[in-house]
T-cell receptor, first 119, second 113 residues
Framework: GAVVSQHPSWVICKSGTSVKIECRSL??????MFWYRQFPKQSLMLMAT?????????EQGVEKDKFLINHASLTLSTLTVTSAHPEDSSFYIC???????????????FGQGTRLTVV | DAKTTQPTSMDCAEGRAANLPCNHS???????VYWYRQIHSQGPQYIIH???NNETNEMASLIITEDRKSSTLILPHATLRDTAVYYC??????????????FGQGTILTVHP
C-alpha cells in the first residue's frame, strides 16, 4: 500500500526556536496533505490542509503564522513550528490522499508521527 | 460528517474475537463508515470501510445494521498487537474534503494474555 513518511520521528528543541517537520509520500503523488496534532490522551485534531502549489487552509483556532506549511512538490509537505514554546509540545501527524486510489481508496495514508518536545 | 459514539474502553482475551461497536444514528445515505486504529505513538492505520453491506478483509470484518445507525468492527482472533485506540468515522466518500478526517475519542482496546 501507499506509504507516507515523516521526519524526524522525534525532536527536542529549546523554547523560542523553530522546528521543521517533513512529510513525504513515497510511492504516489499527493496534491493534498493534512497535518494533525495530538496531545497526550486526546484524539487527533486537524490543523491544516496543505495543497501543492497554493496556500494551506487552516482550521479555526490554528495560527497560520506560527505553523507554517509549505507544499513545494507533489511528494513533500513541511510543517514549521515557529518560536516554539512548551505548550506546542505534541505529537504531529501528517496524512496524504492518493488520487489514484479511486473508489477503493482508504482516503488517507498516515505518517508515523513526530513527537515534538519543547524545553 | 455524522457524529459517532463509541465505548471509551474494552478488554479482550488474546485469541478471542474483539467486537467494537459504534453508533452513528444520524448517518446520511451517502456516508460511509470507516475504521482506523492507532497503536501507541504511531500514526493511524486504515482498517476497513463500508456503506451498507458487510465487509471483510485480511484485518477485520465490518457489520453494518440494516438501518445503518450502528456498526461493529470485528477482529476475529485478537492478538496482543491489536491493542490500540480504534476510531469509527462516518463521512462521505471522496468529495472536496477527500482525505480529511474528523477523529472522535475512539475506543481503547486492550488485548490481554
Amino acid at each position: 500500500g501507499a506509504v507516507v513518511s515523516q521526519h524526524p520521528s522525534w525532536v527536542i528543541c529549546k523554547s523560542g526556536t523553530s522546528v521543521k517537520i517533513e512529510c513525504r509520500s513515497l510511492d504516489f503523488q499527493a496534491t493534498t496533505m493534512f497535518w494533525y496534532r495530538q496531545f497526550p490522551k486526546q484524539s487527533l485534531m486537524l490543523m491544516a490542509t496543505s495543497n501543492e502549489g497554493s496556500k494551506a487552509t487552516y482550521e479555526q483556532g490554528v495560527e497560520k503564522d506560527k505553523f507554517l506549511i509549505n507544499h513545494a512538490s507533489l511528494t513533500l509537505s513541511t510543517l514549521t513550528v515557529t518560536s516554539a514554546h512548551p505548550e506546542d509540545s505534541s505529537f504531529y501527524i501528517c496524512s496524504a490522499r492518493d488520487p489514484g486510489q479511486g473508489s477503493l481508496n482508504t482516503e488517507a495514508f498516515f505518517g508515523q508521527g513526530t513527537r515534538l518536545t519543547v524545553v | 460528517d455524522a457524529k459517532t459514539t463509541q465505548p471509551t474502553s474494552m478488554d479482550c482475551a488474546e485469541g478471542r474475537a474483539a467486537n467494537l461497536p459504534c453508533n452513528h444514528s444520524t448517518i446520511s445515505g451517502n456516508e460511509y463508515v470507516y475504521w482506523y486504529r492507532q497503536i501507541h505513538s504511531q500514526g493511524p492505520q486504515y482498517i476497513i470501510h463500508g456503506l451498507k453491506n458487510n465487509e471483510t478483509n485480511e484485518m477485520a470484518s465490518l457489520i453494518i445494521t440494516e438501518d445503518r445507525k450502528s456498526s461493529t468492527l470485528i477482529l476475529p482472533h485478537a492478538t496482543l498487537r491489536d491493542t490500540a485506540v480504534y476510531y469509527c468515522i462516518v463521512r462521505v466518500l471522496g468529495g472536496t474534503s477527500y482525505g480529511k478526517l474528523t477523529f472522535g475519542q475512539g475506543t481503547i482496546l486492550t488485548v490481554h494474555p
